[in-house]
């Protein structure tokens, strides 16, 4: 629905931008699309994120079948090595899970590259053009990636 909504201010901006109707408060509806279209791309990111958690999930089931397999003579690690242990395994499993999935990998990366500029617009988080502009770089490259190849597209239910 926010997309919608986001959709509908941009055609209105437009029919301001090309003079078919003047008297359209620009910054108002400026403001009406950046905020839904934040709001579709927070769920589209929310819903990368519970993904991933899935697939890491997965992951980590695959592992502990191996390894359960497979005996391993290993002694526990030392006390610094256990602080640091969590967050390295955090990332490997991360990793993994993105590794093998990679339309996740590429929906994650362009949403995350598309919210800087609401966020901006919106005040939210100021960032400098030259980060957005990167940004919006990235995304336009990774959204003609999944034109060209489909099966790089993320198939949602």
């Known amino acids: 629905m926010n997309r919608v909504i986001y959709f509908v201010c941009d055609t209105v901006l437009w029919v301001r931008s090309v003079g078919l109707v003047s008297d359209i408060n620009k910054e108002k509806w400026r403001k009406w699309a950046a905020r839904h279209y934040y709001y579709s791309l927070l769920l589209n990111i929310i819903r990368d994120v519970y993904e991933i958690s899935l697939q890491m999930e997965q992951v980590a089931q695959e592992k502990a079948k191996r390894e359960k397999s497979v005996p391993q003579n290993h002694l526990g690690p030392c006390v610094a090595d256990e602080e640091t242990e969590w967050l390295q395994s ?68």
């Open 90 to 157: 955090f990332l490997l499993l991360l990793f993994r899970s993105l590794r093998k999935h990679p339309p996740l990998l590429l929906d994650t990366v362009k949403n995350l590259c598309d919210i800087l500029n609401p966020l901006d617009q919106l005040d939210i988080y100021k960032s400098n053009s030259g980060i957005i502009g990167l940004g919006g770089l990235l995304s336009s490259i990774v959204g003609m990636v999944t034109v060209a190849y489909p099966q790089m597209r993320l198939r949602t239910c």
